[in-house]
């Protein structure tokens, strides 16, 4: 896959999967580091099996064009995105076909065909799954009600990793829930009387955040400077959300030098000392 990579550019990436997307992560993450600051923009579509979910997908992908990695066993799914993706010049790969057929050859043997095979029909696999389901229900604040089915809930100001580190926890066997923390807006009255969830407050350096923040607007074609990545702003919401943290002595995790992979296994530990106290 050539990409035509100049310094600091973004690409938005599909990856588009009729099972929990893990293969998709890992090939991208292995591709894209290949590539000198390179920054992919990542948007995971998973459990991808009816017409009416790829449409869903080929609308978000329309609306953010890029490079789309797929695997998907049905072949009505895989004519569907690769036709819409031969429509519009929107270049895309299936991940897995040439090893596949390589190996077939090899073997003599044909492809099964069976979708999420590398997987063990057993407990822990449909516990991941049903993890994902809440992550992606209880994303950015949604249905608050529920909170309490959750066992990790994340707060911090917006583009500090919240949803990605959620969606890893899933795939993890966690379910986590976010909520953003936005000056002037109450959290959701249910946090007060949670007792189950471990609630995790995420926080950056000011500087770090406007620069993310700069970037995320420049991946938008968005040039009109607003207090979203004002820095005398930011610095007021990170001093808003630590405050607010501290005062509900909840655990805090800087993510300012910390990746996805990081960030989820300081909060799988924390997960792992409350139980162990408990």
């Known amino acids: 896959m050539n990409l035509p990579v100049s310094p600091g550019l973004y690409l938005h990436v599909h990856l588009v ?5 893990e293969t998709l992560v890992g090939v ?4 894209c580091a290949q ?4 920054i992919p923009i990542e948007h995971l579509h998973t459990l991808v099996r009816s017409e009416r979910q790829m449409d869903q997908v080929l609308e978000v992908m329309e609306k953010y064009p890029g ?7 049905s072949e009505s799914r895989r004519e569907q995105l690769m036709s819409w993706c031969a429509r519009t010049g929107t270049p895309c790969t299936d991940v897995l076909d040439p090893l596949l057929k390589t190996m077939s050859q090899y073997l003599g043997t044909p492809i099964i065909h069976e ?14 799954i049903d993890a994902l389901n809440f992550a992606t229900t209880h994303d950015d604040g949604q249905l608050g009600s529920r909170l309490n089915n959750a066992e990790v809930i994340l707060l911090g100001v917006s583009r500090t990793s919240k949803t990605p580190t959620c969606v890893y926890l899933a795939n993890r066997g966690v379910k986590a829930a976010n ?3 936005v000056p002037g807006i109450d959290l959701p009255v249910e946090l007060e009387s949670l007792q189950g969830p471990l609630v995790v407050g995420l926080t950056v350096s000011p500087k770090r955040l406007v620069q993310i923040r700069r970037n995320r607007l420049l991946s938008l ?3 009109r400077t607003t207090s979203y990545v ?35 296994a300081k909060i799988l530990s924390l997960v792992q000392d409350r139980e162990e106290i408990e």
């Open 28 to 31: 991208m993450k292995a591709t």
């Open 179 to 181: 909520i953003p923390v």
């Open 35 to 38: 590539f000198s600051k390179l």
């Open 17 to 21: 999967s009729d099972s929990t997307g």
């Open 221 to 223: 074609n968005e040039q």
């Open 67 to 73: 490079l789309v990695m797929f695997t998907m066993v």
């Open 115 to 128: 979708t999420g095979a590398q997987h063990t029909q057993d407990d822990s696999y449909y516990r991941r």
């Open 230 to 264: 004002d820095e005398v702003e930011v610095r007021k919401e990170v001093v808003h959300a630590k405050r607010l943290f501290a005062r509900n002595q909840w655990p805090v995790i800087d993510v300012t030098r910390r990746s996805i992979e990081e960030t989820a």
